[in-house]
T-cell receptor
Framework: DTEVTQTPKHLVMGMTNKKSLKCEQH?????MYWYKQKAKKPPELMFV???????INESVPSRFSPECPNSSLLNLHLHALQPEDSALYLC??????????????FGDGTRLSIL | AQSVTQPDIHITVSEGASLELRCNYS??????LFWYVQSPGQGLQLLLK??????LVQGIKGFEAEFKRSQSSFNLRKPSVHWSDAAEYFC?????????????FGGGTRVLVKP
């Protein structure tokens, strides 16, 4: 069982749809992350939130919009996605701030398919 | 810039045999090093981590890793492999404090276990 919970586990959407991915953790972590992982590749960092503020955006297209409404929740809003956006989307969390050596804890991901 | 190389894309090992996965890193200072495992359809699970001190670190599921500064390596080992160890293994370095909590992953090694 993972301590980072992601919903839904699977999502199929058309290119004109709007959907959201959700991530929740109750470990008291103040850093949260979104990664994109294509098949047989390592995860690629998309966004980092630290103390509920966006601290890293890895030049992600604007059709991906992150949101951190509180210290336990992280959302990724999706709109007008392209077929190449089909992938596994992973959420992670860790201690933030002056604890750079703290490991990241990952959820099981949302498998996203764009039709 | 920091980088991580996992030279072996695939490794096939018989159940009960020993396993060693290679990881080489490039980093300007003492690195923070991690090994993660990803089973099919799941997120990444932390196996072990190295920050400082004893260069031989023990992890979960019977895994250990040895940090060798002179060789810039952090190889993962397990004395006797079980069928459930079939998975993708990722070595990671970081995070660089100046770059936020950003992990750099190797390309991964897929482990297949023969009965």
């Amino acid at each position: 069982d993972t301590e980072v919970t992601q919903t839904p586990k699977h999502l199929v959407m058309g290119m004109t749809n709007k959907k959201s991915l959700k991530c929740e953790q109750h470990m008291g972590h103040r850093a949260m992350y979104w990664y994109k992982q294509k098949a047989k590749k390592p995860p690629e960092l998309m966004f980092v939130y630290s103390y509920e503020k966006l601290s890293i955006n890895e030049s992600v297209p604007s059709r991906f919009s992150p949101e951190c409404p509180n210290s336990s929740l992280l959302n990724l809003h999706l709109h007008a996605l392209q077929p190449e956006d089909s992938a596994l989307y992973l959420c992670a969390s860790s201690q933030a701030g002056t604890f750079p050596n703290q490991p990241q804890h990952f959820g099981d991901g949302t498998r996203l398919s764009i039709l | 810039a920091q980088s991580v190389t996992q030279p072996d894309i695939h490794i096939t090992v018989s159940e009960g045999a020993s396993l060693e996965l290679r990881c080489n890193y490039s980093y300007g200072a003492t690195p923070y090093l991690f090994w993660y495992v990803q089973s099919p359809g799941q997120g990444l699970q932390l196996l072990l981590k190295y920050f400082s001190g004893d260069t031989l670190v023990q992890g979960i599921k019977g895994f250990e890793a040895e940090f060798k500064r002179s060789q810039s390596s952090f190889n993962l080992r397990k004395p006797s492999v079980h069928w459930s160890d079939a998975a993708e293994y990722f070595c990671a370095v970081g995070p660089l404090k100046a770059a936020g909590n950003k992990l750099t992953f190797g390309g991964g090694t897929r482990v297949l276990v023969k009965p």
